[in-house]
């Protein structure tokens, strides 16, 4: 029961480690939690600086739209814009 203990060991060892050991450093368990924790890391950063965009202090960003809020008026439209005014 030992050696199969042993063998059962060995052969996931191989499995996870496999790549790198073979030279392949790209397909190792390790170079791919690298990978995870890059983009992870980057995720963090961005979403970090829209934060510090929106902190108090700084004016809200002001989002162009094609339409009209129901409290503007578009004076020209009505041929009033000096009684408006």
């Not at 050696?3 to 499995?15: E, F, K, N």
């Not at 791919?32 to 960003?61: K, W």
Request: proline share 4%; charged share 10%.
């Amino acid at each position: 029961m030992k050696g199969y203990r042993l063998w059962v060991i060995a052969s996931l060892a191989l499995m996870t480690n496999g790549a790198s050991l073979l030279g392949f450093g790209q397909g190792s368990v390790g170079a791919l939690a690298r990978a995870i924790e890059a983009n992870h890391n980057i995720a963090h950063n961005i979403e970090r600086a829209n934060t510090l965009g929106l902190m108090a202090g700084n004016p809200p960003a002001r989002i162009a739209v094609d339409f009209l809020g129901p409290f503007e008026v578009d004076c020209m439209a009505l041929g009033m814009c000096n009684a408006l005014a």
